[in-house]
């Protein structure tokens, strides 16, 4: 199923996160998938402009919103690329609903402190001069997908550092900020409290779909105690970060783990996600979607055993847009692990419905 309006949001300041060479985490990711995307996403691009022009009808009633356009239209009228040079950073304030101020402190800190990169900002998480920046984006970046989500587009946020194994005290595991945890909260925020942009319909219970092929441990942390947050997790069970079994439920019965064995193929994903997933979404009833779109499940993939091709991760995106697109839901994707370069970008665009 191809998405009637569609907006991929991305940067160039998230090519800036460098942990070091040979890294799996590489800008290569992101470089190779945006070079994808100007290649072969002319659809996705008309779609783009279509979708943006008719918000920018009415740009008056959201600053925010008028921003994007701006940016989207400046990138189409320079004839550049299928994505958009989009997004921002994301303030303290807005970490903070997702972080322990202390842990943003001691971040901010190393990535201040001289002396030589790459450095560790936590638990396997090398940065390099323009890591803390980038990282800053990602979930800002997530902030402003959620925003434009909920104005009936499907968006892709495609950012890096990746964010989900990042617990509210926590950095770890190539994820510095834990940008689907910070994009969630801050849907759930009340608008008059926050100041949110007005216009943006109410949000009070978001759901984060995570097919990553590791366990969602950070976000299942911070929604753990959240009543209006939902973790439905899909992972290879076991590996890193080991964590994710089915009795792993929440304060709230808010957390859903499914874990699969090694070698699990596209029929195992589409069954998990059809026959448990989505059930589990229905009957937590959000009104809003953040999938933590991993593609390291990929066939090939350095870091775990999956079978996923990329036309399972098409099917797999299918399956969760009909569920949203039937009930309305707001859906945004945003880019978590993938490590097999040479072939991420087939997956990603299957997923998004770019025909090859
Ligand atoms: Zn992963």
Request: glycine share 10%; aromatic share 4%; charged share 20%.
């Amino acid at each position: 199923m191809t998405p009637t309006r569609q907006c991929v949001l991305s940067s160039r300041v998230f090519l800036e996160h460098d942990g070091g060479p040979a890294h799996p985490e590489s800008p290569d990711r992101l470089r190779v998938l945006l070079g994808a995307l100007n290649a072969r996403a002319a659809p996705v691009l008309e779609r783009q402009r279509q979708a943006m022009a008719k918000l920018a009808a009415r740009p008056d009633q959201d600053p925010l919103l008028a921003d994007a356009v701006a940016a989207v239209q400046a990138v189409i009228g320079m004839g550049d690329p299928g994505w958009v040079e989009g997004g921002r950073a994301a303030t303290v304030a807005e970490l903070e609903r997702a972080h322990d101020p202390a842990h943003i402190a001691q971040v901010l800190t190393i990535a201040a402190a001289p002396g030589p990169w790459p450095r560790d900002v936590g638990v396997e998480v090398p940065i390099g001069p323009g890591s803390l920046k980038a990282a800053l984006w990602s979930a800002g970046t997530v902030i402003e997908a959620v925003d434009l989500a909920r104005r009936g587009i499907e968006v892709w946020a495609l950012v890096r550092p990746p964010g989900h194994h990042a617990t509210r005290r926590l950095s770890q595991g190539f994820c510095v900020f834990n940008n689907v945890a910070v994009g969630a909260l801050h849907a759930l925020a009340r608008p008059v409290v926050d100041g949110q942009p007005a216009g943006v319909p109410r949000t009070t219970r978001v759901a984060v779909l995570d097919w990553d092929v590791h366990h969602g441990d950070g976000t299942q942390d911070i929604f753990w105690n959240e009543p209006h947050a939902t973790l439905v997790s899909i992972h290879q069970h076991p590996l890193y970060p080991e964590s994710g079994a089915a009795d792993e439920r929440g304060a709230h019965d808010n957390i859903v783990n499914i874990p699969l064995g090694s070698g699990s193929d596209d029929r195992d994903y589409c069954n998990a996600i059809a026959d448990r997933a989505l059930p589990a979404l229905t009957a937590r009833n959000p009104d809003l979607l953040i999938v933590s779109a991993g593609f390291d499940a990929q066939v090939g993939d350095p870091l775990a055993g999956m079978l996923v091709t990329p036309a399972g991760f098409g099917r797999m995106a299918a399956l969760v847009r009909s569920w949203a697109q039937a009930r309305g839901t707001p859906l945004v994707f945003v880019l978590e692990g993938g490590y097999k370069v040479d072939t991420l970008a087939d997956c990603v665009l299957a997923a998004m419905g770019v025909p090859e």
